[in-house]
């Protein structure tokens, strides 16, 4: 697939990714899906994940290892906390 572009209102709108397939915010014109979000969708997935992606859902880990400053802990166990 070649890198076509659109220009909407003076923007320059790129053809999405692999990764964004599946994604509601996509848009078809003349055959070529393009995101209705973001001009240029490869840059969204230079991260880890496209913040405007409807198809992925971001798993946050509830049950991990809490962060706690050796400083403050050993004030609060002197304290009697």
Same mark, same amino acid.
């Given at each position: &697939? #070649?890198?076509? !572009?659109? !220009?909407?209102? *003076? +923007?320059?709108?790129?053809?999405?990714?692999?990764?964004?397939?599946?994604?509601?915010?996509? %848009?078809?014109?003349? *055959?070529? %899906?393009?995101?209705? #979000?973001?001009?240029?969708?490869?840059? =969204?997935? $230079?991260? %880890?994940?496209?913040?405007?992606?409807?198809? &992925? =859902?971001?798993? +946050?880990? =509830? *049950?991990? =290892?809490?962060?706690?400053?050796?400083? %403050?802990? #050993?004030?609060?166990? $002197?304290?009697?906390?």
């Amino acid at each position: &697939m #070649s890198a076509q !572009t659109i !220009t909407v209102n *003076g +923007i320059e709108c790129h053809p999405i990714v692999e990764k964004c397939q599946g994604c509601e915010r996509t %848009k078809e014109v003349d *055959g070529v %899906k393009y995101c209705a #979000s973001y001009p240029l969708p490869e840059r =969204k997935w $230079a991260q %880890k994940v496209c913040n405007f992606a409807t198809h &992925m =859902k971001l798993e +946050i880990d =509830k *049950g991990g =290892k809490v962060n706690v400053n050796p400083l %403050k802990a #050993s004030k609060r166990a $002197a304290r009697g906390r």
